[in-house]
């Protein structure tokens, strides 16, 4: 077993923190909402997903430097991207990917928990909010405000997924 | 009575009210922030930390097995 390194750990405790800088501003914006204020937290937002991005693909990068590297044609190794491999639409997009492919033959183990760990199985939507999000983040991040309904309120407990889509407003 | 880890917290307005992760608003009622992502529409702070608690679990099972 490998101890999580430290600039994985940096990333990690960098993304709690910019969630609190999220929320801060959420409250600036709600005291003197303004178009500056939103854009701010989209910047923010856009902290927040690409640190909690980079712990995912710091990983794999350890995953190639370990189980990969020097055990592959040089050909096979050049192709290997050193991003967290995902997909949001189906498994078999998913195993199509070259690192997947020699993860799945090499640490079965490991293919098993990205596999189950998918954009496409439902528990992890979020995951692929997560990455499509942090590539958004290149252009820019859009965010409304919605006020609530008393009678929707209790949903918010209820079923964390009424948070998404717009079942909530 | 009171009891334990259950004293009510006064705030003024506007706050943020981490069980039900929405703000509470003196004018607006309770008040949501929705990011844009395609044709959905994601409630930002609900969103931000199931990823960031789902991300450590991620890592920390990774690493068990690397």
């Known amino acids: ?169 | 009575m009171s009891y334990e880890g259950s004293e009510p917290t006064i705030a003024s307005t506007p706050c943020f009210v981490r069980p039900y992760q929405a703000f509470a608003t003196e004018n607006r009622g309770w008040v949501l922030f929705l990011v844009n992502f395609e044709d959905e529409r994601i409630g930002l702070v609900k969103f931000m930390e199931l990823a960031n608690a789902g991300i450590q679990k991620i890592v920390s099972d990774f690493y068990q097995l690397l």
């Open chain 1, 1 to 169: 077993m490998k101890t999580v390194s430290t600039s994985v750990q940096a990333k990690l405790e960098e993304g709690r923190e910019n969630i609190e800088r999220v929320i801060v501003t959420c409250v600036e914006h709600l005291q003197l909402p303004s178009a500056h204020n939103l854009q701010k937290i989209g910047a923010r937002l856009g902290n927040v997903v690409n640190n909690l991005c980079s712990p995912l693909n710091y990983s794999i990068r350890e995953l190639i430097e370990a189980e990969l590297r020097g055990k592959l044609p040089p050909r096979d190794y050049k192709r290997l991207k050193g991003d967290f491999p995902y997909s949001r639409t189906s498994k078999a997009d998913f195993d199509h990917l070259p690192l997947v492919q020699h993860t799945a033959i090499r640490r079965p183990d490991i293919y098993q928990l990205l596999e189950s760990v998918q954009p496409y199985h439902t528990d992890y939507k979020w995951l692929g909010y997560l990455m499509g999000l942090s590539n958004q983040d290149k252009h820019e991040l859009t965010i409304e405000v919605a006020d609530i309904n008393p009678n929707d309120f209790a949903l918010l407990n209820k079923f964390s997924a009424s948070i998404f889509g717009n079942r909530v407003i």
